[in-house]
C-alpha cells in the first residue's frame, strides 16, 4: 500500500490542522470495508483538494504583496490586458483532469457500494424500521425483533432494508459506513459489514422531528458462534411481540432497548404500505401508522 | 381558536421578543408623528417607484433580517455550546433552525442581492429606471409583505419547524399540526411571486434599456450575472410556486400530494424542492460574483482578466445549476448509474468555477490594488470560496457523500459558499456602492474592523464544524450527549459566532456613525471607478442620467474618463424626461396580499377571500389606469443638475 502511505503524507496537514484535538472518530476510523472504500476516496479527494489550496493561495499571496499600492509604485499605471489564451486553456484543463481524476473512482465506489464486499460469505439481512423516534430491527430468517440496537456477525456481509413508518429518517453508522434514508412507503438497501468484534455508534442523519436527535442505535458486532449464541439466547428468553405492543412502540416517544422472538413483519411491513405499491388497500392493519401518529408536540416557540 | 393558541406563550424568551416588538413599534409611531414625517414616508418611500430609494429598501430589510437570523444563529450555537444543554427544549430550537435558514436565504440574501441589483444595475446600462418601475415596487412590497408573515409567526400562532427544506411528511398535517409549515407555505409564496416578476423586470431592462453602445459583451461584469440571474429565477422559481402551492392544498385542505397515506409520495417534494433549491443557491451566488468582479477590478486599477471566459463560465455554470439537484439526495438510494450522472455533473461545476477564480487571481496581477473594506471582502472571498469549494467537490462524490451528508461537514461546506460567497458580496458591495445610495462613504476605519472580526470569527466558527461532521455529528440535533468527543470543537465555534456577532454590532454602529461624520462624496465617483453608474452624482437625481451617456467600450466610464475626462453634459443637449409616477397601489396591494396570506395561515377562509378581493381589485384598477408617467422639462433638469453637481 504504497499509495496509501503517500496520500497520508498528503493528509497529515489537514488533519493537523486543528492541533490534533480531532480524535480518530466515526468517519475517519474505518472499521469495515465499505467504511475503507469510502474513507479511501475521502482520502484520495483531500489530497487533490490540497493541492488546489495550496496554488490558489500561493498565487494569492504573491499577487497581494507584489502587486499591492505602496509608495514607490505611485506613478505606475496597470496594464489593460484582456486575458491570455494560453493561460486560460491550462487553468481549465487542469479542473478538468482532476474531475476526471475523481470522478472514475467516485462512479467504481458508487456502483460497488450497491453489492456486498465479500462474495464468499452469505449476506445476511435485517429490515430496519424508522418511527417516532426509535429505531426497530427485524431479522426475518432468525425469526426475532430487536429496538434501538442491532447484533450482526462480523466478516458478514449486512444487508439492512430500510423503511419508515413516518417521517423520513437517515440510517447511518459512520465507522461502517455512510447512510440511506429510511423513507415511509419505500425499502433502501444499505449494505455494511464489520471486519472485527466491537460496538458501534449509530443515529439518524435526517430530521425526524422533535426528538430527533435522541435517534441513537448501538450496533454490536460479535463473532459468527458468539452471534448464533445471541440469537438462540433471545429466541429462547425473549417475549413475543404482538399487534398491541407493536402499537405501543410506534407511538411518538423515546423507547429504551427491546428484544422480541418474533417480528412485527409476520402483520405489516411498512415498506410495501403505501398504495402507490399497487394500490393495495387490504393490507391487514392498515391504519395502524396512522393511530400510532396522532399525538403532536407543537405547543410554540 | 383560544387567544393562547393564537400568541405563542410559555417562553421568556418569546415574551420579551413581543415587548421589544411593541416598544419599537411604538416607538416608530411616535418618531414619525412628532417630526411629522408620515407623509414623506407615504410620498417618498411607500409609493415610490425609483429602482434606488426600492433597492434601498431591499436593502433595510436584508440587515434587519441578518439581525434576526443571527440572533436565530447564535442561540442555536448557545445551546450547542456543552452538551446536553438545557437552554433550549427540543422544539424551540427546531423552530429556530428552521427559521435561521429560511430567512437567510429568502429574506437575507435574495433582498440584499436584489436590493444591490436595483441600486446598480439600471444606472450601470445607463438607463434611467427598469423596463417596468411599477411592477417593480409591487415586487418589493410582495417581498415586505410576505417577510413579515413569516416573522411574525414566532409570536403569533409559532413557527415553522420541519426545517427550511420542509421535507415531507414531516411538514404535512400528519405530523405537523400548528400553523408554523401554514406560514411556510404561504409567506414564502407571496415572497416568491415577487422575486419571479423582478427577474423578468430585470431581464427586460437588461436586454432593451441598455444605453446605445452598450453590446452584451461590453456590458458590466455585475449586469452579466444578474442578467443570467434572472434566467435562473424565471426557470426555477414557477417550481417552487407549483411546490407550495401543492404544499399549501395539503396543509390546508388535505390533499395527498406528498403524504404518507393514499398514494403521496414525498420525494416528490424533495425533487421538486431541490430542483428549484440548486439554481437557487446560484441565484444568490452568481451576482456576488458579479459584485466581486467590480470590486476586484476597479481596485486592482486593471480590466477584468478574462472577460469572455468569465461571461462564458456564469453561462456554464447556470445551466449546469439545473442538472444538478439530485446530489441533494444521493442517500436517497436512486440508484448507481442515476447517483454517478450527478455526481460528475456536480463536479463539472468546479470546472467553470475554477476558470473563474483563476481570471480574479489574474486580474490581480500587474494591477494596483488598494486595500479599502469593499476590497477586503472581495479578496477574502477568494480563499474562503476556495475552501467551500474544494469541500463541494468532495461532497459532490456520491460514493463519499454517503458519509458527509446531513452531518456538519455538509454545514460547513455551505456557510463556507454561501457566507464567503453572497454573504461576503453583499458586504463588499455595500461599502462600495453605499456612496452612491446616500452620498457618503461609511468609515473605512470601522469597516476594517468588521471586516476583520466577522472574517476570522467565521473561520473560527464553520472550520471546525468540518471535523464535527466527521466525527459524526448531523445537523439539526438540538442536543449531544457527553462522551462523544464533540465539546471542544463546538465550543470554539461558538467563539467564533460571537465574533461575528460583534462584527455585525460595529457594521451597525458604522451605519450611524458614517450618517453623521462620514466623508461626504462630492465628485460621484469616490473609487476611481469602472462602469456607469460612476458617471452619476452620488445619490443621483431620480432620473439617475440627464442624457443617456454613449458606450464606446467595456468599462464605459473608464474610458469617458480616459478620452474626455469624464462624462460631461451640455446643457444645450438636454431634452425633457420622462419618468413613471408614483403610485400606492403596489403597497395597498400587497398588503391585500399579507391579509390574504394571514387568512389562508389560520385557515380562515373570510379574511383570505376579503384579502383576495382586494388584490382582484387592485388589478382591475391597474387595468384600467390612464397614467402614462410625467415629463420633467428642461429648465427643472438644469436646475437640479446644478444642485447635484455643486461640490464637483
Not at chain 2, 443570467?228 to 388535505?254: K, N
Request: overall charge neutral; charged content about 15%; glycine content about 8%.
Amino acid at each position: 500500500m504504497k499509495r496509501a502511505r503517500w496520500r497520508a503524507v498528503l493528509v497529515l496537514p489537514f488533519l493537523f490542522l486543528l492541533g490534533g484535538c480531532v480524535e480518530r472518530t466515526a468517519v475517519l476510523n474505518p472499521q469495515g470495508p465499505v467504511a475503507r472504500m469510502q474513507y479511501d476516496l475521502i482520502m484520495w479527494s483531500v489530497g487533490f483538494m490540497l493541492f488546489i489550496i495550496v496554488v490558489v493561495f500561493t498565487l494569492f499571496a504573491v499577487f497581494l504583496i507584489r502587486y499591492r499600492e505602496k509608495p514607490e509604485n505611485a506613478g505606475y499605471e496597470p496594464p489593460d490586458e484582456e486575458g491570455n489564451t494560453l493561460l486560460e486553456v491550462v487553468w481549465t484543463a487542469i479542473p478538468i483532469l482532476i474531475v476526471a481524476a475523481l470522478a472514475v473512482p467516485t462512479v467504481k465506489a458508487t456502483f460497488a457500494l450497491e453489492k456486498p464486499p465479500t462474495e464468499k460469505v452469505k449476506p445476511i439481512t435485517i429490515h430496519v424500521t424508522a418511527a417516532n423516534w426509535k429505531w426497530i430491527f427485524s431479522y426475518p430468517e432468525e425469526n426475532i425483533e430487536t429496538v434501538n440496537y442491532v447484533h450482526i456477525p462480523a466478516g458478514v456481509p449486512v444487508k439492512f432494508k430500510l423503511t419508515s413508518v413516518g417521517p423520513m429518517n437517515s440510517f447511518w453508522v459512520p465507522e461502517l459506513g455512510g447512510q440511506k434514508y429510511a423513507m415511509d412507503g419505500m425499502e433502501t438497501e444499505l449494505i455494511l459489514q464489520a471486519d472485527k468484534p466491537g460496538s458501534y455508534m449509530g443515529r439518524s442523519a435526517n430530521f425526524s422531528g422533535e426528538k430527533f436527535a435522541h435517534m441513537e442505535f448501538e450496533v454490536v458486532a460479535q463473532t459468527g458462534t458468539d452471534f448464533r449464541k445471541w440469537v438462540n439466547e433471545v429466541k429462547q428468553t425473549a417475549p413475543k411481540l404482538d399487534e398491541k405492543k407493536y402499537t405501543q412502540i410506534l407511538k411518538p416517544g423515546i423507547v429504551g432497548r427491546m428484544t422480541f422472538s418474533n417480528t412485527h413483519l409476520e402483520w405489516i411491513d411498512h415498506a410495501k404500505q403505501n398504495s402507490h405499491h399497487g394500490n393495495d388497500h387490504s393490507m391487514k392493519n392498515e391504519n395502524q401508522s396512522d393511530e400510532a401518529m396522532t399525538e403532536s408536540h407543537h405547543h410554540g416557540e | 381558536m383560544k387567544w393562547s393558541e393564537f400568541f405563542v406563550t410559555g417562553e421568556p424568551l418569546i415574551y420579551a421578543a413581543d415587548v421589544a416588538i411593541v416598544l419599537t413599534m411604538v416607538g416608530i409611531v411616535f418618531v414619525l408623528t412628532y417630526f411629522k414625517k408620515w407623509k414623506w414616508l407615504w410620498n417618498e418611500w411607500l409609493t415610490t417607484v425609483d429602482h434606488k430609494k426600492i433597492g434601498v429598501m431591499y436593502i433595510i430589510c436584508a440587515v434587519l433580517m441578518l439581525f434576526r437570523g443571527g440572533v436565530d444563529a447564535l442561540l442555536m450555537r448557545a445551546q450547542l455550546t456543552a452538551p446536553n444543554m438545557k437552554f433550549l427544549d427540543a422544539q424551540h430550537y427546531n423552530e429556530i433552525f428552521t427559521t435561521h435558514g429560511t430567512i437567510m436565504i429568502l429574506f437575507m440574501a435574495m433582498p440584499f442581492i436584489i436590493g444591490l441589483m436595483n441600486i446598480v444595475v439600471p444606472l450601470q446600462i445607463g438607463a434611467r429606471d427598469v423596463a417596468f418601475p411599477y411592477l417593480n415596487a409591487l415586487s418589493f412590497w410582495l417581498f415586505f409583505f410576505g417577510a413579515l408573515l413569516f416573522n411574525i409567526s414566532f409570536v403569533i400562532g409559532g413557527s415553522p419547524d420541519a426545517g427550511w427544506t420542509a421535507y415531507f411528511p414531516l411538514a404535512g398535517n400528519e405530523f405537523s399540526h400548528g400553523v408554523g409549515n401554514n406560514y411556510y407555505a404561504v409567506a414564502l409564496q407571496i415572497s416568491g411571486i415577487g422575486t419571479l416578476m423582478t427577474g423578468i423586470n430585470f431581464l427586460v431592462t437588461i436586454l432593451k434599456m441598455r444605453a446605445p453602445g452598450m453590446t452584451l459583451m461590453r456590458m458590466p461584469m455585475f449586469t452579466w450575472t444578474i442578467l443570467i440571474t434572472c434566467v435562473l429565477i424565471i426557470f426555477a422559481f414557477p417550481v417552487l410556486t407549483v411546490a407550495l402551492a401543492l404544499m399549501t392544498f395539503d396543509r390546508l385542505f388535505d390533499t395527498q400530494f406528498f403524504t404518507m397515506a393514499n398514494g403521496g409520495m414525498s420525494m416528490l417534494w424533495a425533487n421538486l424542492f431541490w430542483i428549484w433549491g440548486h439554481p437557487e443557491v446560484y441565484i444568490v451566488i452568481l451576482p456576488a460574483f458579479g459584485i466581486f468582479s467590480e470590486v476586484v477590478s476597479t481596485f486592482a486599477g486593471k480590466r477584468l482578466f478574462g472577460y469572455k471566459a468569465m461571461v462564458g463560465s456564469i453561462v456554464g455554470i447556470a445551466f449546469l445549476s439545473f442538472i444538478v439537484w439530485v446530489h441533494h439526495f444521493f442517500t436517497m438510494g436512486a440508484g448507481p448509474a442515476v447517483n454517478s450522472a450527478f455526481s460528475i455533473t456536480t463536479m463539472a461545476i468546479a470546472i467553470p468555477t475554477g476558470v473563474k477564480i483563476f481570471n480574479w487571481l489574474f486580474t490581480l496581477r500587474k494591477g494596483k490594488i488598494r486595500f479599502t473594506t469593499a476590497m477586503l471582502w472581495s479578496l477574502a472571498f477568494i480563499p474562503n470560496f476556495v475552501i467551500g469549494g474544494v469541500t463541494g467537490v468532495m461532497l459532490a462524490m456520491a460514493a463519499a457523500d454517503y458519509q458527509y451528508h446531513n452531518s456538519y461537514f455538509l454545514i460547513a461546506h455551505f456557510h463556507y459558499v454561501l457566507i464567503a460567497g453572497t454573504v461576503f458580496a453583499c458586504f463588499a458591495g455595500l461599502h462600495y456602492w453605499y456612496p452612491k445610495m446616500f452620498g457618503h462613504i461609511l468609515n473605512e476605519r470601522l469597516g476594517k474592523w468588521t471586516f476583520w472580526l466577522f472574517m476570522i470569527g467565521f473561520n473560527i466558527c464553520f472550520f471546525p464544524m468540518y471535523f464535527l461532521g466527521l466525527m459524526g455529528m448531523t445537523r439539526r440535533m438540538y442536543t449531544y450527549s457527553d462522551g462523544l468527543g464533540w465539546t471542544p470543537l463546538n465550543v470554539v465555534a461558538t467563539v467564533g459566532a460571537v465574533l461575528m456577532g460583534i462584527g455585525f454590532i460595529v457594521l451597525c454602529y458604522n451605519i450611524y456613525y458614517s450618517a453623521r461624520y462620514g466623508e461626504r462624496d462630492m465628485t460621484g465617483d469616490p473609487w476611481n471607478g469602472r462602469t456607469l453608474e460612476w458617471a452619476t452624482a452620488s445619490p443621483p437625481v431620480h432620473y439617475n442620467f440627464p442624457v443617456t451617456p454613449v458606450v464606446e467600450d467595456l468599462d464605459a466610464y473608464w474610458v469617458m474618463k480616459k478620452k474626455y475626462g469624464g462624462f460631461h453634459v451640455k446643457e444645450e443637449d438636454l431634452k425633457p424626461i420622462h419618468m413613471p409616477s408614483n403610485s400606492g397601489r403596489p403597497f395597498w396591494m400587497s398588503v391585500a396580499f399579507f391579509v390574504a396570506g394571514f387568512g389562508l395561515v389560520f385557515k380562515w377562509f373570510a379574511l383570505a377571500i376579503v384579502g383576495a378581493l382586494f388584490i382582484v381589485l387592485g388589478l382591475i384598477l391597474r387595468s384600467f389606469e390612464d397614467d402614462d408617467g410625467y415629463y420633467i422639462p428642461v429648465d427643472e433638469i438644469k436646475r437640479m443638475e446644478r444642485a447635484a453637481r455643486k461640490g464637483a
